[in-house]
């Protein structure tokens, strides 16, 4: 089982990014997805959440309009769509996978699978 981020860097304020995650080892369309987010210091935090089908969507507050998540399950990948990014979204950004749909989305330990992640960087 392997997930792969990739995508993270430096931006400006106001800038965006897309991260990817693709996957391997598992069949993603029985899984569903997240991403998290942790910054130096601080626990790692939910950003968004997808279903195995893409008919649920879920965000954290903070990114709430200007992030959008989304998957091809026929080719193994997840994204993370990121605008008007701002300083506070600086964070190493991790994709996760969880087999069963009765976890929280939002809560870590929910998810069975995770990538290595990719650093963020919003900086002027």
């Known amino acids: 089982v392997q997930l792969q981020a990739s995508g993270g860097g430096l931006v400006q304020p106001g800038g965006s990014l897309r991260l990817s995650c693709a996957t391997s080892?598992?069949?993603?369309?029985?899984?569903?997805v997240g991403w998290f987010r942790q910054a130096p210091g601080k626990e790692r935090d939910f950003v968004a959440y997808?279903?195995?089908?893409?008919?649920?969507?879920y965000y954290a507050d903070s990114v709430k309009g200007r992030f959008t998540i989304s998957r091809d399950n026929a080719e193994n990948t997840m994204f993370l769509q990121m605008n008007s990014l701002k300083p506070e979204d600086t964070a190493v950004y991790y994709c996760?996978?969880?087999?069963?749909?009765?976890?929280?989305?939002?809560?870590?330990?929910?998810?069975?699978?995770w990538g290595q992640g990719t650093l963020v960087t919003v900086s002027s």
């Open positions: 080892g598992f069949t993603l369309d029985e899984y569903d």
């Open positions: 996760a996978a969880a087999i069963s749909d009765y976890g929280s989305y939002d809560k870590a330990p929910s998810y069975d699978y």
């Open positions: 997808i279903s195995r089908r893409g008919g649920l969507r």
